[in-house]
């Protein structure tokens, strides 16, 4: 096994989260053989290995946390006693804040500038559903003609979570903290590139002292995921990840009426009105159209300026990109690590390959990047002449590959806007900020900035179309986890 200079697994992971699962607050041994690879996108040699669960790990970790649901007290604590122990997580991950940064560095080559920016989102996803549990109206009372009834919204139960490798502790602690504020128990199930945040999660949920079961987790690719999904004794599916997965994930879930969230794919526009003025567009659309080298689903990846601006904004848009400091990820200048994993770079080489066969003109980029011999370095690609029927603009490339699209008029940038399976994100610059308001009203997605790009853990972040059901963040992040009960008060 190859040593990483700059993370060292061994002695910066203890054993049991290197080896073992938490199930029902204890640190269990895999009862499995097989391992799965952590693979270096910089040197693309073995770092680590983990143990994959089987069957049999899931099954004794769905049991635990529906032991947890049925008999255990978390879901009969009051809010305000949930919300203490959300604090407490929200202070292991605090101490544990350098580390979660470098392992998304080490694991899948996140920049380590961009890894310590975002990391704190976990810690303020637990202290705001803390804060927010306590205030919620978990019940109320309410007259109809002739009586009263009492709607109280009750935890939606025992919950399966999956997640990707491209945000992995801001997309777990997205669902586990607005979960346990809820009431529910859960088994969460990482990606395979990225074990290792889940594991210093369960660390923080066993200092927090959480009753055994409240929290399991289990590691393992597709195959352990379906299996969890179609565990008959979970109440709810909590998935992110592409479209193609989500759309499996659903069917599994309708054939019981599982409760579904599904974060999905994006390819969001960004439409450029002629009033905007380039160099404020370029502060925010360089650093989101390609950030993580493309790979954050709401990245702005089709841009739409009109035919009159179009080279003038490419000209300036072109050379920030390929000013771009490209390198190690755990050097803190670095602005474009490698792409994360083999079959990411394959994706991206395809796609620029469907891109010049189907007519669209590659201003820059396209290929690995000179001088690196070995990892997944991929050149900030550039598509100008981009037809919106194209394939680099219909699907999500998840790599840093951007389309420009030249527009006539408004009416058609919006459309070209909506002209998409997804709706995710997108945005709009110009100079009049309510022009843009009544602009972003008629864009399809869930999400879209005006003059910017701006996901906040307090507000809800979800997509419409394919790139979606349900909403995380915010209020609606902890509805997403209720159930609304009537209880009708005859006498
Ligand atoms: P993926 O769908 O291949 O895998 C995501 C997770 O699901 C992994 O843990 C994987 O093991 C598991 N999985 C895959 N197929 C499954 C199945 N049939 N049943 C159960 N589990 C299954 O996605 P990925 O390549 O790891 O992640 C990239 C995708 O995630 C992109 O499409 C990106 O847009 C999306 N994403 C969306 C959001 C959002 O909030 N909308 C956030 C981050 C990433």
């Known amino acids: 096994m190859a040593t990483n200079p700059q993370f060292n697994f061994e002695s910066e992971l203890s054993e049991p989260v290197r080896k073992s699962f938490f199930i029902d607050g204890q640190w269990v041994n895999p009862s499995g053989v097989v391992k799965l690879d952590l693979i270096s996108p910089v040197t693309e040699e073995l770092m680590i290995q983990m143990p994959e669960a089987s069957e049999e790990d899931v099954d004794e970790a769905v049991a635990a946390a529906r032991r947890a649901f049925d008999q255990g007290p978390w879901p009969r604590l009051s809010p305000g006693e949930r919300g203490v122990y959300l604090a407490r997580i929200a202070d292991e991950l605090r101490k544990r804040l350098p580390l979660l940064a470098r392992l998304w560095t080490a694991q899948v080559g996140a920049p380590i500038g961009l890894s310590t920016y975002l990391s704190p989102q976990s810690i303020d996803l637990f202290d705001y559903y803390a804060k927010l549990v306590t205030n919620y109206r978990f019940e109320e009372e309410r007259s109809y003609p002739g009586g009263v009834a009492r709607i109280v919204f009750e935890p939606a139960g025992v919950v399966g979570i999956i997640t990707p490798w491209n945000a992995p502790i801001i997309l777990l602690s997205y669902k586990i903290a607005a979960a346990l504020a809820a009431g529910c128990t859960l088994v969460a199930k990482p990606?395979?590139?990225?074990?290792?945040?889940?594991?210093?999660?369960?660390?923080?949920?066993?200092?927090?002292g959480l009753?055994?079961?409240?929290?399991?987790?289990?590691?393992?690719?597709?195959?352990?995921?379906?299996?969890?999904?179609?565990?008959?004794?979970?109440?709810?599916?909590?998935?992110?990840?592409?479209?193609?997965?989500?759309?499996?994930?659903?069917?599994?879930?309708?054939?019981?009426?599982?409760?579904?969230?599904?974060?999905?794919?994006?390819?969001?526009?960004?439409?450029?009105?002629?009033?905007?003025?380039?160099?404020?567009?370029?502060?925010?659309?360089?650093?989101?159209?390609?950030p993580f080298s493309g790979q954050v689903c709401f990245s702005l990846t089709r841009v739409l300026v009109s035919k009159?601006?179009?080279?003038?904004?490419?000209?300036?848009?072109?050379?920030?990109?390929?000013?771009?400091?490209?390198?190690?990820?755990?050097?803190?200048?670095?602005?474009?690590?490698?792409?994360?994993?083999?079959?990411?770079?394959?994706?991206?080489?395809?796609?620029?390959?469907?891109?010049?066969?189907?007519?669209?003109?590659?201003?820059?980029?396209?290929?690995?990047v000179p001088g690196f011999d070995r990892g997944y370095f991929f050149q900030?690609?550039?598509?100008?002449?981009?037809?919106?029927?194209?394939?680099?603009?219909?699907?999500?490339?998840?790599?840093?590959?951007?389309?420009?699209?030249?527009?006539?008029?408004?009416?058609?940038?919006?459309?070209?806007?909506?002209?998409?399976?997804?709706?995710?994100?997108?945005?709009?610059?110009?100079?009049?900020?309510?022009?843009?308001?009544?602009?972003?009203?008629?864009?399809?997605?869930?999400?879209?900035?005006?003059?910017?790009?701006?996901?906040?853990?307090?507000?809800?972040?979800?997509?419409f179309k394919q790139s979606g059901i349900g909403r995380e963040g915010g209020i609606e992040g902890l509805e997403a986890y209720l159930e609304c009960k009537s209880v009708y008060m005859l006498g």
């Not at 929290?215 to 599916?237: A, S, T």
């Not at 792409?339 to 201003?363: D, N």
């Not at 459309?415 to 110009?430: K, R, W």
Request: glycine residues 10%; charged residues 20%.
């Open 191 to 208: 990606s395979p590139e990225t074990p290792f945040e889940a594991q210093i999660m369960a660390e923080c949920i066993e200092a927090a």
């Open 211 to 290: 009753p055994p079961g409240v929290v399991n987790i289990v590691h393992g690719g597709r195959e352990i995921g379906d299996y969890l999904v179609n565990r008959p004794q979970l109440d709810k599916i909590s998935f992110t990840g592409s479209t193609a997965a989500g759309k499996v994930i659903a069917e599994a879930c309708s054939k019981r009426l599982a409760r579904v969230n599904l974060e999905l794919g994006g390819k969001s526009a960004a439409i450029i009105l002629d009033d905007a003025s380039i160099p404020s567009v370029l502060n925010s659309l360089v650093p989101f159209s390609m």
């Open 308 to 368: 009159k601006n179009r080279d003038s904004f490419l000209d300036a848009y072109v050379s920030a990109v390929e000013a771009f400091k490209i390198g190690d990820p755990f050097d803190a200048a670095t602005q474009l690590g490698p792409l994360s994993i083999r079959r990411q770079l394959e994706r991206v080489q395809r796609y620029v390959a469907a891109g010049k066969a189907e007519g669209a003109k590659l201003v820059t980029g396209g290929g690995l």
């Open 380 to 463: 900030p690609t550039v598509f100008c002449d981009v037809d919106n029927d194209m394939t680099i603009a219909r699907e999500e490339i998840f790599g840093p590959v951007l389309s420009v699209i030249a527009y006539e008029d408004e009416e058609e940038a919006v459309n070209i806007a909506n002209a998409s399976s997804y709706g995710l994100s997108g945005a709009v610059y110009t100079a009049d900020p309510e022009k843009g308001y009544d602009i972003a009203r008629r864009i399809r997605t869930g999400n879209v900035s005006v003059n910017g790009l701006c996901v906040n853990v307090e507000i809800p972040f979800g997509g």
